[in-house]
């Protein structure tokens, strides 16, 4: 088939990611993104040489401000084959009716409850699942980062229970919004609801917590998990050395914090400092019998943008899982970044 067209609703951190991305395959074409503000991120995108879209009725905001404006949001969504809805949370179930009515596929993201889709998708566990469908929904990404460690837990030993508490970065760099800036919020009621989203993916017995603190880098995750069969270690950093969305860092060459893995980042020149990966302290691995306990730290603001394209692949039927997955990596540098 010729490229996929696909359509950007929603020009902020995710949606931002995700066009740099698209603009990287040879199966894909981004014909445009959308903004409802004439911002500097709207600027960003004409300067970027993307076509910009607009809600019905602002295209003379846009212009007023000297925003070359291609058209309305509905237009782009009728001139896609995909919409990557990356709108905030909630927003994504309202702007279904429009998807339906055009009979335009779409992705939604992890703010969206899982019935929006009727499917969640993780690239590792349920592309072959993906195929042909007309919505699915990519997980968030505190769930992408747990589905990326269990899943290759549970190949290799079999996953008894699992339990993890999520440290949330409180906002992502960019926000102005008000939130914690001297404090530590828990999430009530427990469980949090990352341990049943994991579970719309992948059938593991998960119960997670999780709290707010102040940070915007990452998000830190304290894992402990108990497994049928005898883990060794061996086998299981073999095992997250294999998964090319897996980073191994160590504490002994001086990572020992979220700040240092973004540095990392910095120094070998990826955009945005963005992290594709879920990053693992290798070094953080103890096991005692049945039970692995390790850390492990998710740049919320990237870890979904692979899981989205082979999302698209598979939905359009154009790669299977191993192809998509390659081509995905290596048009991100994922696997390219070792330490
Ligand atoms: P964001 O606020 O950074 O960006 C959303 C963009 O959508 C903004 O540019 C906003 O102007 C635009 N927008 C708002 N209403 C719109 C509408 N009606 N139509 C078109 N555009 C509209 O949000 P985000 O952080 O990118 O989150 C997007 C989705 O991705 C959410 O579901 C979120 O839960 C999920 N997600 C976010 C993160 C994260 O850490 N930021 C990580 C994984 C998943």
Request: with cysteine.
């Amino acid at each position: 088939m010729s490229k996929v067209k696909v359509a950007i609703n929603g020009f902020g951190t995710i949606g931002k990611r995700v066009a740099d991305a698209i603009l990287l395959q040879d199966d894909m074409e981004l014909i445009g993104v959308s903004k409802t503000k004439p911002d500097y991120v709207a600027k960003y995108a004409i300067e970027r040489g993307l076509f910009l879209y607009v809600p019905e009725g602002t295209k003379e905001r846009f212009e007023e401000k000297g925003f070359k404006v291609a058209g309305t949001i509905r237009e782009m969504i009728e001139k896609a084959d995909i919409v990557i809805d990356a709108t905030p949370s909630k927003i994504g179930a309202k702007n279904k009716e429009l998807y339906e009515k055009i009979g335009v596929k779409a992705i939604f993201q992890g703010g969206e409850k899982h019935e929006v889709a009727g499917f969640s998708f993780n690239a590792y566990v349920n592309y072959d699942d993906a195929k042909g469908r007309q919505y699915v929904r990519v997980i968030s990404c505190n769930t992408t980062g747990l589905i990326r460690s269990l899943n290759a837990i549970n190949e290799l030993f079999k996953i008894k229970e699992a339990f993890a508490v999520i440290t949330r970065r409180a906002a992502d760099p960019a926000d102005t919004k008000s939130g914690i800036i001297n404090a530590i919020e828990p999430t009530i009621p427990i469980p949090s609801h990352h341990g049943p989203d994991v579970k719309t993916v992948l059938d593991v017995p998960i119960t997670t917590m999780a709290v707010k603190v102040p940070t915007t880098l990452m998000h830190l995750h304290s894992i402990m998990v108990k497994t049928h069969e005898k883990p060794n270690k061996k086998d299981l950093l073999d095992a997250f050395e294999n998964y090319k969305r897996i980073l191994l860092v160590s504490k002994d060459l001086g990572i020992s914090a979220t700040s240092q893995i973004i540095e990392l980042a910095r120094d070998h020149g990826r955009k945005r400092y963005d992290l594709f990966e879920l990053v693992i302290w290798e070094d953080s691995i103890a096991i005692e019998n049945h039970t692995i306990y390790f850390y492990q730290a998710v740049h919320q603001e990237a870890i979904v943008v692979p899981e989205n394209i082979d999302a698209i692949r598979a939905m359009f039927e154009i790669a299977d899982k191993e192809e998509s997955i390659k081509k995905t990596d290596s048009s991100l540098g994922i696997g390219a970044l070792k330490i």
